[in-house]
């Protein structure tokens, strides 16, 4: 009764924690329903891990990720402190080389497996970032070697799918670790990860923020790191990017192995439109674990927006658990990104509020069982039917269906012999029609038949 | 180079937290798909929230709940410390009641939504008890009144899924909370909450000890507390409930009503079959939200099993956030529970460990562009297709599709103008096949056609 007792907590959204109305989340769930139609229509079969990994295990494959894991702990500590120290997983590729280290012996390979999972990060939100994400991966996993195909039919299978998503024009940039790995040898620089990392941020920091990193930071000559930035200015929509290569006189082995896959990958995709797929030598990927391919999708239309999907072949990231080698290749696609973003710009039209195809009307003094029987025998032909619970006036019933945009209501036969009839509320129309024929999409007839 | 270096961490399963194989997850896949289908028939809209919720959110409604919620912790703090105390949901009633709370402007009322989501509660893991799970749940929230008519609808459809999932014979109890606190107010008790906490672990300690909690804890008569346990043993199939709880002789309008309720719950069911739906006046749930209507099913098969599926009527869970009044009903369905004990039980059997209908295989000397064009050809038909990208000898191909269970395999014309050949891998049958005219399930022929 007092005031402090009637203190209301008004709940507020949790920054970086994205959620949709319902018709909102329809839509979202279309693009799932979409996108695992096209992974298994490769083949990909599902797993889900749980959404916690060791401690251990996340920080030893995280790179510099670590200081963005959230950690769980029980808000009320008690005696039973023996548990697991876990955390939530920040990406599905760390978790999947867990799990094919577990189930090695139960499993068939190459292991080609999709996850559709929420992902965490403690990061400071902004556009595009959220702490909270759904990522769609797709990974191969084979034992001693993964055939060079899947490097090229994964982002065939990503652009089908952000074909069938229509999210707009999109680019896909490849690019391979050994080229950048054996043109750095081959220049000299021997600390190779620590460029890649600098040469991976000019994006962020531009030409000569990159190469005061190379000189300052790593001190390498400022010739050597006019190459890098040589190097990572080539971006072709073709295989002219062998060319370019050569012609900055680098040669190394490992360099003319990563040319080779690199052609290979554009040779396989040439099915896919120009312009699509691009050859982009400035790209790394920020995780130490890929070893060849690696990629990153662009929204074409919103190009300062981070990468909508990324990926790679990563050689030692499973095998190491068990002492084999167990090479991968995959990508992930980060639906919350691309949904958010196309969401805010106005281009995902909201679907209905409510999957209901018919609203079965229960008006003041009909029999309540006449109706409860309509929308059995609706739901038994796989027709979605909700019941209207209470016998309100009719504006209220129909206000209601009209609001949540249900297609049609129904109205039950008011005594036994007469008939049913059922309102199309996008025409109007109303006319009587038979439960046991009647299916949505028929055409309701332009007269009432009975009132 | 060191032995340091070279130490593996062997990753282990993190207890309470399952996690399936390939061929496992397809069954809980095909269970999820069915679940969403029967909510979606009956005009539910789903919806997500994030995983966390305001710590304040989650224990002013939590009861009991407190020191199972799992609380998130950066790894590494740093500076930027003023982020929300966020912690992960161990339900999914709570975070609907701040969806609808935040979003009361852009829903349409009744509001009937399921949600299908992942919950982590830090209990010891037993069985039947998880760290991390999915629900399945399905409310509806409305303003100032829910009919009462949900309150028989939702268990039906909880009936309809799990007789869909096969899960075996199972029973619904339904208690009505008003019946409870109507006759403890009837016989004079007056901390009903506390005398409904102990009645509740009726299962737990039996009869003794719930009599000794009334009288040595709550202090009541033993007279009186024999009355709580006379009422706790009713469990009838039918509306015989009424006449046995006006024989133990206690009257309220509170308990009048509480009685009114559950019969017309009950006359609402008569559909199901004699035996599914128990009045069962011991049921009371944990949380202390309820305030009608309460449920509890349980497999019969199992029945030291802990509940499958859970819910109740709660009149103020909602409102309290906005000053309205916004009462609710709905129901959970434990789904890992379900599925790991008849999992553990042997009664899933596996299915296949891929979705594959059809693999394409990749001959050594063969065309590859070849192989590539039937995958397409098919897969453009809606059959799932995968191809072996490796030209390795036919015998390893045919064991990989063989492990994985592949329905099918393709040889794609050896040659321009050859045919094709389809070899289906459970009669071990071989014959010619068209790509553009072959469908899964066509019979193959029982001689080979060329070689």
Redesign the interface.
């Known amino acids: 009764m007092s005031d402090t007792k009637q203190r209301?907590?008004?709940?507020?959204?949790?920054?970086g924690?994205?959620?949709?109305?319902?018709e909102v989340?329809?839509v979202e769930?279309r693009w799932l329903d979409r996108i695992r139609a096209v992974f298994?229509?490769?083949?990909?079969?599902?797993?889900?891990?749980?959404?916690?990994?060791?401690?251990?295990?996340l920080?030893?494959k995280g790179g510099d990720a670590?200081?963005?894991?959230?950690?769980?702990?029980?808000?009320?500590e008690?005696q039973?402190d023996n548990?697991?120290r876990?955390?939530?997983h920040y990406d599905l590729t760390v978790p999947l080389a867990?799990?094919v280290?577990?189930?090695y012996n139960?499993?068939?390979f190459?292991f080609?497996?999709y996850q559709i999972q929420?992902a965490?990060r403690?990061e400071?939100p902004q556009e595009g970032r959220f702490r909270?994400f759904c990522q769609c991966d797709i990974d191969v996993i084979d034992n001693e070697k993964v055939?060079l195909?899947?490097d090229a039919?994964i982002p065939a299978i990503i652009y089908e799918i952000l074909q069938r998503l229509e999210v707009g024009a999109v680019g896909l940039h490849i690019n391979n670790r050994k080229i950048l790995e054996g043109f750095y040898r081959g220049i000299g620089i021997t600390d190779v990860v620590s460029a890649i990392r600098i040469v991976d941020k000019l994006d962020k920091i531009g030409r000569d923020g990159v190469r005061r990193g190379l000189v300052e930071s790593l001190g390498l000559p400022g010739e050597v790191a006019d190459s890098c930035l040589a190097l990572a200015e080539i971006r072709t929509p073709d295989g002219g990017f062998v060319d370019r290569v050569r012609a900055l006189g680098v040669r190394s082995e490992l360099l003319d192995q990563g040319l080779d896959e690199l052609r290979f990958v554009f040779d396989e995709l040439s099915h896919i439109p120009h312009g699509v797929i691009m050859a982009d030598l400035s790209i790394a990927r920020g995780f130490d674990y890929y070893t060849g391919t690696v990629y990153e999708g662009k929204l074409r239309d919103f190009p300062t927006y981070p990468s909508i999907c990324s990926g790679g072949r990563y050689d030692n990231l499973v095998g190491?658990?068990l002492?084999k080698n167990l090479p991968g290749v995959g990508m992930s696609i980060g639906l919350t990104r691309i949904f958010a973003k196309l969401l805010k710009e106005g281009l995902i039209p909201p679907g209905p509020?409510?999957?209901?195809e018919v609203?079965v009307a229960f008006l003041p003094g009909h029999e309540?069982a006449a109706a409860a029987a309509v929308a059995a025998s609706l739901?038994q032909a796989?027709?979605?039917?909700?019941?209207y619970?209470?016998p309100k006036k009719v504006d209220a019933q129909m206000r209601?269906a009209a609001?949540?945009g249900?297609p049609y209501v129904w109205f039950p036969a008011p005594s036994p012999g007469a008939p049913h009839e059922v309102k199309d509320m996008s025409s109007g129309q109303q006319a009587a029609a038979d439960p046991a024929t009647w299916r949505p999409g028929t055409s309701v007839a332009s007269e009432r038949v009975s009132g």
């Open positions: 209301i907590h008004r709940p507020q959204p949790v920054t924690y994205p959620e949709w109305l319902p989340r329809l769930q298994e229509s490769y083949g990909f079969c599902s797993i889900e891990t749980p959404s916690v990994e060791e401690i251990e295990v920080v030893a670590d200081k963005e894991i959230y950690a769980l702990h029980r808000l009320q008690d039973r548990e697991p876990v955390a939530l867990r799990y280290a577990m189930h139960d499993l068939v190459p080609k497996r929420r965490w403690g400071r909270e055939s195909h899947f039919e190491a658990y002492r509020k409510c999957p209901t609203m309540r739901r796989g027709i979605r039917v909700e019941m619970h209470e209601y609001r949540k249900i």
